[in-house]
C-alpha cells in the first residue's frame, strides 16, 4: 500500500513564507511525476507546481517566481517552498505521485496517488 503524507501547512501572513513536504512511503520501485495541486472553497483542483523525476519543474503562472518544488529522490520525499503568500494562496494543498509500486519489477503496479490535503491560510 502506498501511502503519501504531506505536512507543513498552516496559517501565516501575506507575504509570509511556509514550507510543505510531502513524504511517499510503501513498496515503492519509482516515483516518477510529482506534483503540488491547490483547491480553494468554491473552486476546483488546480495544478501549482510539477517536477519529473529528473527535477524538471513546471509551474502555474500564478506562482512563479513565489514558489519552489523539489524533491529528493533517495528520500522519497518531495517539497514546496512558498514565499510571498497572498490571500489568494489560501486553499488545501494536495500532493500527487505517480508511482510504480510492487515487489519487484517482475510484478507491479503503476497508479496516481493523492495525499491527504494540508490547509495553508494566508490572511490578509
Known amino acids: 500500500q502506498v501511502q503519501l503524507v504531506e505536512s507543513g501547512g498552516g496559517l501565516v501572513q501575506a507575504g509570509g513564507s511556509l514550507g510543505l513536504s510531502c513524504s511517499v512511503s510503501?513498496?515503492?520501485?519509482?516515483?516518477?511525476?510529482m506534483g503540488w495541486y491547490r483547491q480553494a472553497p468554491g473552486k476546483q483542483r488546480e495544478l501549482v507546481a510539477s517536477?519529473?523525476?529528473?527535477?524538471?519543474?513546471n509551474y502555474a503562472d500564478s506562482v512563479k517566481d513565489r514558489f519552489t518544488i523539489s524533491r529528493d529522490n533517495t528520500k522519497n520525499t518531495m517539497y514546496l517552498q512558498m514565499n510571498s503568500l497572498k490571500f489568494e494562496d489560501t486553499a488545501v494543498y494536495y500532493c500527487?505521485?505517480?508511482?510504480?509500486?510492487?515487489?519487484?519489477?517482475?510484478?507491479?503496479?503503476?497508479?496516481?496517488?493523492w495525499g491527504q490535503g494540508t490547509q495553508v491560510t494566508v490572511s490578509s
Open positions: 500527487h505521485a505517480d508511482v510504480v509500486s510492487g515487489s519487484n519489477y517482475d510484478s507491479f503496479s503503476r497508479l496516481d496517488y
Open positions: 510503501g513498496k515503492i520501485l519509482s516515483i516518477n511525476d
Open positions: 517536477i519529473t523525476r529528473d527535477s524538471t519543474t
